[in-house]
């Protein structure tokens, strides 16, 4: 579930908060962990009958409340495909279940379009991109997309790069396409996702009101 960042506390956020990575199946920046393989995730321009749009789906698990502020993920592709300098557009979508993703790739939790950022620190085969995007999300289970809208056929196709890191379980969906596999296919892979960000712990509530008291008590002796 979502919850507005201003919700919690500014000073809680700087007391009990630390930036990290929360989620990771890239690994070192050699790209040693990328399998070899990709999965399209792509949204077609122009719109044609003959193509429907697929994501490249993953499950993450974060155990906190957290604030995600970016979404990386190795992007690679084949055919035609002459580079990322051709996509227009780059949309991060977060999803409650499968279900979800399966009826609509417009994340039901979090569908935010955002300008790429290219690590340079990147050695492994495809580009490193980091999507900056603002997310306050509760601890639990969600999926991850990352929707490239790219010139077809001008420049192939593209998608996200599959990794040696993670659980073995991924998605290749398609909602409204007439692949074999629509809506979806489960594999044994992973996807070279990252989410980074800070985990928040947020105290009980039980402390907050023993120090609401005692402040209340402290301000009737002075009077």
């Known amino acids: 579930m979502l919850h507005p960042l201003m919700s919690i506390p500014a000073a809680l956020l700087t007391t009990f908060a630390s930036a990290n990575v929360l989620w990771d199946q890239i690994g070192s920046s050699t790209g040693e962990s990328l399998t070899g393989d990709i999965y399209g995730s792509m949204h077609f321009l122009p719109e044609i009958p003959l193509t429907s749009d697929l994501a490249a789906v993953d499950a993450f698990t ?42 609509n790739l417009t994340g039901n939790i979090l569908s935010q379009e955002s300008m790429p950022i290219f690590v340079d620190e990147w050695s492994g085969d495809g580009w490193l991109i980091r999507l900056p995007i603002s997310l306050a999300i509760d601890p639990g289970t969600y999926l991850v997309s990352v929707l490239m809208s790219n010139p077809y056929p001008d420049n ?50 039980a402390p907050i009101v023993a120090i609401s008291i005692a402040s209340l008590f402290v301000r009737t002796r002075r009077r």
């Not at 659980?167 to 692949?179: F, K, L, R, T």
Request: glycine share 8%; proline share 7%; aromatic share 12%.
């Open 62 to 103: 974060l155990e906190q409340h957290s604030a995600v502020d970016a979404v990386e993920f190795v992007l690679n592709g084949w055919s035609a495909f002459d580079g990322p300098a051709d996509v227009t557009n780059w949309q991060v979508n977060i999803y409650s279940n499968l279900e979800a993703a399966a009826s």
């Open 156 to 205: 192939g196709w593209v998608g996200v790069a599959t990794s040696s890191i993670g659980d073995d379980q991924a998605w290749q969906v398609s909602p409204g396409g007439d692949y074999v596999f629509s809506p979806f296919i489960e594999a044994p892979d992973n996807l070279a996702y990252r989410l980074t960000g800070t985990s928040i712990t947020v105290p009980s509530p």
